[in-house]
């Protein structure tokens, strides 16, 4: 085991000192390419911040307005007759959106049922199989220009909710 942390702790030096010594072979400016990139990266961050920063404002309102709780009384007939936990279902809403704040509903999680437990463990498994899909549509394909998103939206909820159906599935063996 100790021989996979000393690989994972020598990857990015590696990767690092590759790209260098594949530039100088190469006979680039490696460094004016850097700042090049770091440019492109700041404009790309200057694009998609009123996205980011509506998704976020967005989920912070639904979140302390209570909705997130009465969507999850609303379906909890639902999400009983497919054994999903009631508790857990704002986590699972929240993910599509926004990881930060499902990490802030997954603490809330630890805190009251503690890590160990089903429900901690299901959480877990929930944030690990699930993508932030709407986060991700609308800044990459903001980013991208992308206007006809075709099948992408029905295949991101196809694949979180085959990911829920494993992960409770898999903690359900476990406990």
Known sequence: MKIL??????????????????????KVDIFDEFIEGAKDGFLTVYKILPTLVGLMVGVGILRESGAMECLAH????????????????????????SSSAATGLLLDVYKTYGTDSYLGTLASVLMSCSETIFYTMSVYFMTAKVTKTRYTLAGALAATFAGAAAAIFLVGLQF
Do not use: A, N, Q, T
């Open 5 to 26: 942390y000393y690989i994972s702790d020598c990857m990015i030096p590696f990767v690092i000192l590759y790209l260098v010594g594949y530039g100088l072979c190469k």
């Open 74 to 97: 609303l379906l909890s007939p639902i999400v009983r007759f497919l054994h999903f936990p009631g508790e857990l279902l704002p986590l699972f809403i929240v993910k599509m959106f």
